[in-house]
């Protein structure tokens, strides 16, 4: 009877270890699965609150993401009947923002620039602390008054201060000619004046961190048929002036044109076919 008991209580206890085993099992199956189900639910919450385009309210600016610290900035206007997009950049640094031109406003109307402060207030939770101005068109420096208002730093070349003056916008500092080479926190921004084309003052800024080169309205996008406004132009120049900028930043990854879509080095050397086909066109 003993050595009977003895069997019936292993077996009973081995039916028990397997039935608690079970248990585990499908308990731990069940955490595996909340656990997957809460991670993925997690990953998805992040991609939503870190959208890769903002828009305001009047759907004028549109904010769109490069990567995470560089954003462009496109602002819309009427010109000759049609609307256009004009881009401006958006470079977060530890130190605070750098913009690179301003909304598209016109002198005295400057509520774009206005509503995109305020954008980069909310969606950066950062000031900006430096702007910069490519040149002296409406694109570019319309919202200057939006700037200086806040307090902001406003650099450019000093040619550009000059027809600031003349165009009827307050003059940023004309710091860029000495000092074209800034570093903001830890972010390197560089300036640089290649020589007259869209304009007379035209600029571009490059970020080498992150290889990313504002060609501004100097340079075209890759949609672009012809050369656009050439009121101040300097068609003649404009040739040696882009191969200064291709010459200068080789390694470039993005280019980003004042007006239409960003793309790569391909943006230069579709600049230079525009301005071949303009003087053959002309002859």
Same mark, same amino acid.
């Given at each position: ?8 209580? *292993? ?68 010109? &000759? ?20 031109? *301003? ?18 207030? *909310? ?57 074209p080479v800034m570093k903001v926190g830890d972010t390197v921004v560089e ?69 239409? &879509? ?22």
């Open positions: 009877m003993v050595k009977y008991s003895a069997e019936v209580y *292993t077996r009973q206890k081995g039916e028990i270890c397997l039935k608690i085993n079970k248990v585990m099992f499908s308990l731990l199956l069940t955490l595996s699965v909340v656990i997957t189900s809460f991670h993925s639910q997690t990953i998805a919450q992040s991609k939503q609150s870190s959208p890769t385009q903002i828009t305001n309210s009047d759907q004028s600016i549109v904010l769109t993401k490069l990567n995470d610290n560089v954003w462009v900035h496109t602002s819309y206007n009427e010109w &000759n009947g049609t609307t256009y997009g004009h881009n401006g950049l958006i470079v977060s640094t530890s130190k605070g923002v750098v913009l690179i031109d *301003t909304a598209w406003d016109s002198a005295g109307n400057y509520q774009k620039t206005e509503a995109l402060l305020k954008m980069i207030k *909310t969606h950066f939770k950062q000031n900006v602390v430096l702007a910069l101005i490519t040149h002296a068109h409406d694109d570019s420096i319309g919202g200057i008054q939006a700037l200086l208002n806040q307090g902001i730093d406003v650099r450019s070349t000093l040619l550009t201060a000059k027809l600031a003056k003349k165009y009827g916008y307050p003059s940023p500092k004309p710091t860029l000619d000495a000092k300036a640089y004046y290649p020589g007259e084309g869209h304009s007379q003052d035209n600029i571009t800024v490059w970020l080498p961190q992150y290889k990313i080169l504002f060609g501004g309205c100097f340079i075209k996008s890759s949609d672009a048929t012809d050369l656009g406004n050439l009121s101040d132009a300097n068609v003649e120049q404009w040739d040696d002036s882009v191969k200064k900028v291709i010459n200068k930043y080789p390694q470039v990854k993005t280019v980003v044109p004042g007006h239409g &879509n960003w793309g790569d080095q391909s943006l230069l050397f579709h600049t230079l076919d525009l301005i071949k086909q303009h003087t053959q066109n002309k002859s």
